[in-house]
């Protein structure tokens, strides 16, 4: 019987190549080794791709399960793939013209960010109150973040972004809308977040905008749309799919075992989480002890908890917003101490997207769907008391940057880390599992220090933000399906035989 999407008992089915997991990195990654001539299963748990960017449709709306942004837009590496698979005109793109965000300065008053051209950003850094004599200062840091060579870039990966900041004498104002951006690009603080990682990233994002969506599906279809090409060229796809385990054999990996049989292959990919899949899928006892400690010891970035809010009428202009203020980003001592029990600020960083503001096709004429974000413990099984205190800080803080918002609203929806967790990776020990990227970016873990995608057992790989990527969010783990299809490439070719080792 054929390992196809329609089901059924598999036995011992042979391919070249298992993918588990049609996130953006396994959807990446398997459609681009089936195009270029292996044969790939690509199995997902969920019944459909796109992992933490899934779209759903509920009554007459459609969007994502939460705030999702993908940037770069204008050289997202997505489109590379599109154009390697041959599918361009499958979908239409958008690069919205954001307003970028709403400034809560001291007194509680809301500035929203200008919408007229800005090139050197002098009207938003009076909006966020950089002295007309420190003008000059910000935009040198801002120019020269924006400008500074690759060699040097990469040469920081053990220098905190706050750091590379202060060094440079930038305004606090400046200081607090980077480490703001930085919190919702990257989900940890910008006092452990590599200036290296950050200062590329933003330079992307800077220089060719952010916010990439897919019309008539959200940019989860993109995932979709890349699994979709795998049965064109040859492979097999199967949803609703879960796997128990990725077998070894001496040291090496032999396939996977799931619910409807086995299927075996020399080469496995996975895009479950590099934790997961060492400590559940394939077993520690298979691995070197200094390895499986290591691999312990990755720390997750943060979860993600926020309401979708449905409105009967249409309240917010943007397509996304983000909501900061003067104090209200995150650094490692603020975030530690609300761990701890204590108040949460009153302003607080807020993702905010509207879905048919990208296409006015995904929302009935008249109404919105609006999805908010802030951060939290990527633990699943967090305590409630912990999730309505949040719930209620994002109540207060949309009904204070748009007066009235809550006169608007028809239903409300709550979510919280445990969504992400059933939807995505599968919790490898106690306390993590519901982080909204993967491990986190932090100093240790970016750059030089990334996880190598190609694990210490002969055909396991990972894909996804954990290893091969670097970048913000589904554009990280496409870096990463691109850079790791290449790898998987290399190495099937060498077993074959089809090339000669140099």
Known sequence: MSATSK???????????????????????????????????????????????????????????????????????????????????RVELSVPQVRGGYFVDASGEVRPFPTDPDPEGRAILRLL?????????????????????????????????????????????????????SNGIFMVPSDVLPASEAIRTLQAILLNHGGLYAKTGGIGRLAELFADTIEENGGCTQYRARVRSIEVEDGRVTGVTTERGRYRAPIVISNAGLQTTVLRLVGEQHFDKGYANRVKDLVPSWGMIGVRYFLESERIDDPYALVFSERGYWTTDRWLAVRAGAALPREVVMWVQVPSRNDPGLAPAGKQCVLTGVWCSPDPEAPLAEKEAWWRKIDEVMERVWPGFHSHVSSRETYDARDASGLSREAAFGGVGGETIGLGQVIGQCGRSKPAAQAPISGLFYVGADAGGWGCGTHQAVDSGIAVADLVLRYHRLRRGLFRAV
Not at 32 to 54: D, I, P, Y
Not at 147 to 157: E, K, R
């Open 7 to 89: 089901g059924g008992v598999v036995s011992e089915e042979r391919f070249d190549a298992i993918v588990v997991g049609a996130g953006f990195g396994g959807a990446t990654c398997a459609a681009l080794l089936a195009r270029r001539g292996m044969r790939v299963l690509l199995l997902e748990k969920n019944g459909s791709a796109g992992g933490k960017a899934m779209v759903v449709s509920k009554n007459g709306f459609t969007y994502e399960l939460w705030p999702v942004i993908h940037a770069p837009a204008r050289s997202s590496r997505c489109l590379e793939v599109l154009r390697e698979l041959g599918i361009e005109d």
């Open 129 to 181: 109150g950089v002295p007309e004599a420190e003008l000059d200062t910000a935009i040198r840091v801002l120019a020269e973040l924006v400008l500074l060579p690759a060699a040097q870039v990469d040469a920081l990966d053990e220098t905190s972004f706050t750091k590379w900041l202060e060094e440079r004498g930038a305004p606090v104002q400046v200081v607090t809308y980077l480490h703001a951006l």
